[in-house]
């Protein structure tokens, strides 16, 4: 009932810089979270970057301490979208990143389920 698509990974050199985009489609009522994760070889899924919505004037937004400075969380949330820009990507970035949503759709309106998407690679190396 609910899909997330991502786009935007790629092969980038250290230093450099990709834009991830994600959006939620379906018969959503609404979307409470919205963010990135990712998982490297080996080691377990970690968050990224999220934003919540308890007030869409003032949205949480939680960051990494290993990316904060370098990577910056955004979204639309009329359109569902989340954004993610990644800056002076580094080697130890590389992983596959997923898109997350906690959605409320018409079959489970009001309470949310977690949603992700199929995940996009991101390598980092010269």
């Known amino acids: 009932q609910v899909q997330l698509v991502e786009s935007g990974g790629g092969l980038v050199q250290p230093g450099g810089s990709l834009r991830l985009s994600c959006t939620a489609s379906g018969s959503i009522v609404s979307v409470s979270a919205m963010g990135w994760y990712r998982q490297a070889p080996g080691k377990e899924r970690e968050l990224v970057a999220i934003i919540t919505r308890a007030d869409d004037a003032n949205p949480t937004t939680d960051i990494a301490d290993s990316v904060k400075g370098r990577f910056t969380i955004s979204r639309d949330t009329p359109k569902n979208t989340v954004d993610l820009q990644m800056n002076s990507l580094k080697p130890e970035d590389t992983a596959v990143y997923y898109c997350?949503?906690?959605?409320?759709?018409?079959?489970?309106?009001?309470?949310?389920?977690?949603?992700w998407g199929q995940g996009t690679q991101v390598t980092v190396s010269s």
């Open positions: 997350f949503g906690k959605v409320a759709h018409q079959g489970s309106w009001p309470s949310t389920e977690n949603y």
